[in-house]
Structure formats: structure tokens, C-alpha cells
């Protein structure tokens, strides 16, 4: 409950703030770094982050989990080496013929150099294709901001 109404508020602040929603904000191109407002912080640098939600391929099961394990060692550590982090969800989405589904999915979340945003975005592109091939998934959500971390 404590993380609903933490997300709720999040939605709240951003709506409120007065900036434009990440949704309005322009794409930088695939050659510019992303801007990250004026700059960031001293001790942060500035990154492309891509997130990607989909629904979970495969069953709990022990074959499941090998097939999901086989997955992000020839898919995403290919794809991304330098590293990322999956979350597991549960999300609903409308179907194409109007009904509402759900389930259990995956929240992927990588970060990418500002001078590799076309790498990065050509990364992230085969990564949802081979998701929709492979697991026969209609779509991929895939959201793409400019942020500021440091590790």
C-alpha cells in the first residue's frame, strides 16, 4: 500500500510541477546527447535511461526459469553488457480486440552513455524484436528519458 500511494504522489508532483510531462518533452536526436535539464548535480553524469515492459515469457517452472535465464544471457547481457536491472511486475493492458488482460511481467531498465544514444537505441530495438519473436508478445512498451546518477 505504502508503494501505491508513493507512486500516486509521484504522479502528482510531476503533473503539478508546472514542467512538461517526460511524454511532451521531444526525443533528443539519435546523435545528441540527451539533455538533462540546465546540468546535473557535481557528483552525477548525465545518462539515457530505456525502459522496457513486457509481459513475463515463460512458466515458474524449472524449465521456465532456464528458458528465462537462457534469455537474458543470449538477449540482454548481448544487448546491454554493461549491465541493467529486471524488475517483476504486474501490469493490465487492453488486447487490440478491446479486452482488458493481465499478468505478471518484467520491467527491464538500462542506461546508456549520451555519446552511445544511437547504440543504445539500436540495443534496445533488437532487444524488444526479439522479445515479440520469441515470446509472440504484440507489443513492447518502451519508455526513453534523459537522467542524471552515478554509480
Not at 501505491?4 to 504522489?9: N, S, T
Not at 510531462?21 to 545528441?32: E, F, M
Not at 541493467?84 to 511481467?105: C, F, M, S, Y
Request: overall charge positive; glycine content about 8%.
Amino acid at each position: 500500500m505504502k508503494i501505491r500511494a508513493w507512486m500516486w504522489a509521484l504522479v502528482l508532483v510531476t503533473v503539478f510541477s508546472g514542467e512538461a510531462a517526460p511524454w511532451q518533452q521531444p526525443l533528443p536526436a539519435d546523435t545528441a546527447k540527451p539533455s538533462v535539464g540546465t546540468s546535473c548535480a557535481s557528483a552525477l553524469q548525465p545518462y539515457i535511461k530505456t525502459t522496457l515492459y513486457f509481459e513475463r515469457p515463460g512458466s515458474l517452472t524449472t524449465a521456465g526459469q532456464r528458458k528465462w535465464q537462457a534469455f537474458i544471457r543470449e538477449v540482454l547481457v548481448r544487448h546491454f553488457p554493461d549491465g541493467g536491472t529486471i524488475l517483476e511486475n504486474i501490469g493490465w493492458w487492453r488486447d487490440p480486440d478491446g479486452k482488458v488482460a493481465g499478468g505478471r511481467g518484467n520491467t527491464l531498465i538500462v542506461l546508456g552513455a549520451p555519446e552511445k544514444v544511437a547504440e543504445h537505441r539500436r540495443a534496445a530495438a533488437a532487444v524488444v524484436a526479439e522479445i515479440k519473436k520469441r515470446y509472440q508478445q504484440q507489443s513492447v512498451l518502451w519508455e526513453e528519458s534523459a537522467v542524471c546518477a552515478s554509480f
